[in-house]
């Protein structure tokens, strides 16, 4: 009887039902999330990093995502927890948090389920405390370094290029505001 050809996958098998999605960014760094017990789970993720290549976002535009075997041998990010204590945890991680390189934690949340559901989960877990932070609700924090504190509302006004504006007003805590200050720095003309 003839031997078996050796196999050409790369990858060792895995644990029945168990996946990763492997992200490469266009820097060609990589990540990889998992392990995720449903394969069809693993193709949505996918689906919605991979979407993001033709956003706006610098880190994430361009890159490619893959379903694969899970290897525990490579390093992984979890799957981002229901629990909004550990949601909150996650989110405030400056490896894996807002801010971080893609995927950060909300955009593996918003992969992981719609979005009313992700923003549902995002904001329970941004009323709980903050590691780190007094034990505070991250909405009752005071943010010296932008002058902000909680309640206060801020006013934004984009001029574009052709010389159309729009105006917004943001409550200080929703964290879209946080955001905004990080991409284009303080405002000169909004009090905060």
């Known amino acids: 009887m003839p031997e ?17 999605v492997r992200v490469v960014r266009a820097t060609g760094a990589e990540t990889r999330i998992g392990p995720i017990e449903e394969f069809a789970q693993a193709e949505s993720v996918r689906d919605f990093l991979a979407r993001q290549r033709y956003s706006s976002r610098a880190d994430a535009y361009g890159c490619t ?11 992984h990010l979890p799957l981002v927890p229901a629990d909004p204590c550990e949601l ?5 991680d ?13 955009d593996r949340l918003s992969a992981q389920m719609p979005y009313p559901a992700a923003r549902n989960s995002f ?3 941004m009323a709980m405390p903050r590691s780190g932070r007094g034990g505070k609700p991250a909405w009752q924090d005071v943010e010296p370094e ?7 509302v801020a006013s934004i006004e984009l001029t574009l290029a052709d010389g159309t504006s729009a105006r ?22 909004a009090v905060l």
């Open 168 to 189: 917004w007003t943001v409550p200080s805590n929703d964290v879209r505001l946080d955001q905004v200050e990080r991409l284009l720095g303080p405002p000169d003309t």
């Open 65 to 75: 995502a893959t379903v694969e075997p899970y290897d525990a041998q490579h390093e």
């Open 146 to 152: 932008l002058g902000r504190k909680a309640g206060e």
């Open 94 to 106: 400056p490896a894996q948090g807002i801010g971080s390189l893609f995927p950060d934690a909300w």
């Open 4 to 20: 078996p050809e050796p196999s050409t996958n790369p990858t060792p098998p895995s644990p029945a039902g168990s996946f990763a």
């Open 88 to 92: 909150r945890k996650m989110l405030d």
């Open 123 to 125: 904001d329970r877990a």
